[in-house]
């Protein structure tokens, strides 16, 4: 059986050291002596054994907390408002007034529906004594129908009401001020007033692609406020993004998080921590992996067959003085039994 052998990274620093110091002393007589010199630079060097081990996986991930749903209440049409009814702190139930547009428009119509109502009654009495035709009945009730359904709507649309149980986070207009559809909030969009939903809240978290079959629905999460360093909030995933994004190689995963004693805010910033189970990954001495001068690539050296080969690895948690590495290479190496190990 063939096993993959790990160098330190101290020992193959002197490696390379010795192998360039070697070959720029006797330039002129590279040729000759290039044997030799290999055989100078080639110095005895320790390796240990490339074995996988159990770790529990735990990955850690900061956030900043928002409101499980935010609406920016705003009317269908431009128009003067009337009354606003809250003030912005207020909490609302769900179907409370917000506020309330110009009218003025809604009871021309209602009263052109009424007189509607009127004419289609009479057409309706001529039709039942035959003095009226089917077709007239049929084109009057459609138009009853077409001006009820905007009565309807501009009910809806000048009277606001609070989409759900939350607080008003934002009032951007007085009583009597005209609202023009121009943005007034933060985010660019136009409202009157905003709504937040702050029990539960959710968190947004990026996480690494490789972590995507490990993810699943219902997943609990434990959240950590810098403010309440000793509350630990515990959240479940309800939504993994389908796709993976191709610039980040992350996936984003939503968390909702009860909002115990309403301590948590939309905007504080945590961290987030999810235990992903038992996994069997490498784990190796911290001097043994090295990082690319300049960048921030990490890599070891293996050794197969009397040579140090290159191999480009993630890092993932650290335990000390030992670090998890990650690599695709490193896959097919077999772990040895406590027994082979001795040997």
């Known amino acids: 059986m063939k096993y993959v052998r790990l160098i330190p990274v101290l020992l193959i620093t002197v490696l390379l050291s010795a192998a360039c110091s070697s070959k720029g002393k006797n330039t002129a007589s590279a040729s000759e002596d290039t044997a030799t010199d290999t055989k100078r630079a080639a110095i005895p ?11 529990a996986r735990t990955i850690d991930y900061t956030a900043t907390i928002l409101p499980f749903e935010e609406v920016n209440v705003a009317p ?8 606003i009814y809250v003030e912005e702190g207020d909490r609302v139930k769900k179907g409370d007034n917000l506020f309330l547009m110009d009218r003025t428009q809604l009871y021309q119509l209602e009263l052109q529906l009424s007189n509607l109502q009127k004419d289609l009654d009479r057409i309706d009495t001529l039709l039942r004594s035959g003095s009226a035709k089917q077709q007239q009945y049929d084109q009057m009730k459609t138009q009853y129908d077409v001006l009820k359904t905007n009565v309807d709507f501009m009910k809806e649309n000048t009277l ?21 559809g121009t943005p007034t909030t933060q985010t660019g969009r136009s409202a009157v007033v905003t709504v937040m939903q702050v029990n539960p809240l959710k968190v947004d978290v990026s996480i690494s692609e490789q972590y995507y079959p490990l993810i699943k629905k219902g997943m609990k999460a434990n959240v950590i406020a810098d403010v309440y360093k000793n509350e630990v909030f515990t959240g479940s995933v309800f939504r993994i993004a389908p796709t993976i994004n191709a610039i980040t190689r992350s996936f984003n995963v939503e968390i909702a998080l009860p909002n115990r004693n309403e301590l948590l805010k939309p905007g504080m910033f945590v961290r987030v921590s999810m235990d992903l189970g038992e996994v069997e990954t490498f784990v190796v001495p911290a001097n043994t992996v090295m990082i690319q001068e300049g960048t921030n690539q990490r890599f070891v050296f293996t050794a197969e067959d009397g040579k140090a080969t290159r191999i480009v690895v993630g890092i993932g948690k650290r335990f000390d003085d030992r670090l998890e590495i990650i690599s695709k290479s490193l896959k097919l190496v077999i772990s040895l039994s406590p027994k082979a190990r001795q040997g």
């Open 45 to 55: 060097v320790k390796t240990m054994i490339l074995a996988k081990t159990k770790i």
């Open 76 to 83: 269908s049409t431009p128009g003067r408002i009337d009354r």
């Open 160 to 180: 606001m009401k609070s989409p759900f149980l939350g607080v008003v986070t934002g009032k951007y207009f007085e009583d009597g001020e005209m609202y023009s």
